[in-house]
């Protein structure tokens, strides 16, 4: 029978302050505000994964806050104020990313975003009109610009895309590598003292004594007195009273394309759709909205049905008269729920969660991370 050792349970496995369950972008962020406001807490992140695997390293890597339908929905359905609150969260959570790290660290091109919108949508030309200027007015007080969303229609013949009747512009949207930021968020925290615990998964906890005992797959367990989950879609593993679901994306990636003729990120649908430039390569993904059912999973493959979909639109409407093949596909794992709010809470006494991202969590992370931190801050006062 495998044994711990006595140097093991004394160092990597000993008793912690504060432990995460979850190394994606919002465990990260937890980690890096804890240990600012409090250098002396012991911290560490424990992953099920060899490397962060769920969304945080499978993701398109908008640097992005809403696109105008989106926004538009999320406000019909939640109300303007909270649709602004998320909004809010997302700017200044991407303010921070770029405040924390430099900009070739973390691979992040200032190219802009689009909105396509294509004349099978239907979408009446006042009616769009109206919502941009409601939106432009809105946002205002966050972003500090008298604008965030131009229409560009004059720019439709350079980028070549089929059936395109309008282009709306976000010039405040950006891209980044999101591997290179998971590294580069995983080394700050190591610098700062942080201990990386991989391959461990937490398959339940209980309290003992005053302490939060966690039992994993392995031959041991750990023990902290405080507890966070940051484990996104897989949150209803640990918390099964929570609202959150998995919601599968997929993505591709094309051979590189001489003499692509746009850069940027760009939305499509309510943003079930999106895509961008990755050098000269398309990496594309979305579709979720065809086959909800069947994206309800944990299960990190690719089905035949959403990428025959997807290489359907890029054919379509983004490059319909270039040749390419697809070099890449894979998955990721979003936490979604009936409200795009994320939950940000305390559980029970010393058990706290960070989780329900959806599609923008690069974003929202790190104003959730900084404000699960101070709650769990305010608790040890
Ligand atoms: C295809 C796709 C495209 C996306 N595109 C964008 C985009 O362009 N821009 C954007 O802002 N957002 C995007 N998102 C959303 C964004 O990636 C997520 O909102 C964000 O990464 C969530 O971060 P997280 O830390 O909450 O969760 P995750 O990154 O999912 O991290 C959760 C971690 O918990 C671990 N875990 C789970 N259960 C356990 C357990 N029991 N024990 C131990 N470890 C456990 C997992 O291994 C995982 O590493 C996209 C998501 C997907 C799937």
């Known amino acids: 029978m495998f044994q711990v050792s006595i140097w093991e349970k004394e ?36 992953d099920r994964g ?3 695997t769920g969304a945080s390293t ?3 890597g908008f640097a ?8 538009i929905a999320d406000t019909l359905k939640s109300g303007e104020d909270q649709m602004l609150e998320i909004v809010e969260m997302r700017y200044k959570g991407l303010k921070k990313i770029r405040k924390t790290f430099k900009d070739r660290e973390i691979g992040y091109e200032d190219f802009g975003g689009y909105e396509l919108i294509t004349e099978d949508q239907e979408l009446d030309f006042n009616t769009m009109r109206s919502n941009i200027d409601y939106l432009n007015h809105s946002l205002k007080k966050i972003v500090k610009k008298e604008k965030s969303f131009y229409l560009s229609d004059e720019r439709i013949a350079e980028f070549g895309f089929a059936n395109l009747q309008h282009l709306i512009e976000n010039r405040l949207e950006g891209q980044l590598h999101s591997g290179k930021l ?7 925290v190591v610098s700062m003292g942080v201990t990386i615990l991989n391959s461990i998964e937490i398959k339940s906890f209980e309290k003992i004594n005053g ?25 209803k593993q640990l918390l099964p009273e929570l609202d959150v679901e998995p919601a599968r994306g997929q993505v591709l990636v094309t051979s590189e394309i001489p003499n692509l003729p746009w850069k940027g990120t760009f939305h499509y649908d309510e943003g079930f759709y999106y895509f961008r430039n990755l050098g000269n390569r398309i990496l594309l993904g979305g579709a979720r909205n065809k ?38 596909r894979w998955s990721g794992i979003m936490g979604v729920g009936t409200e795009k709010m994320p939950i940000v809470k305390e559980i029970s006494d010393g058990v706290f969660c960070a ?22 801050c305010s608790e040890k006062k």
Request: with cysteine.
């Open 58 to 60: 499978r993701n398109a």
């Open 182 to 188: 998971c590294e580069a968020l995983l080394k700050l």
């Open 64 to 71: 992005c806050f809403g696109s105008v339908t989106e926004l």
């Open 211 to 235: 302490r939060i005992e966690l039992q994993t797959n392995q031959h041991f367990n750990l023990s902290t007195n405080q507890l966070l989950i940051c484990t996104n879609a897989f949150a």
């Open 291 to 328: 086959a909800f059912e069947q994206e309800h999973t944990y299960e990190l493959s690719t089905s035949d049905n959403i990428q025959n979909e997807l290489e359907h639109f890029l054919h379509e409407k983004i490059l319909p008269a270039t040749a390419f093949t697809i070099e890449h």
């Open 355 to 376: 989780v329900r991202m959806g599609g923008m969590g690069v974003a929202l992370a790190p104003v959730i991370g900084e404000h699960v931190s101070r709650i769990m």
């Open 11 to 46: 160092s990597f496995y000993s008793h912690k302050d504060v432990i995460i369950v979850g190394s994606g972008f919002v465990g990260l962020w937890s980690a890096y505000y804890l240990k600012k406001s409090h250098p002396k807490l012991s911290v560490a992140i424990v």
């Open 50 to 52: 060899i490397i962060p």
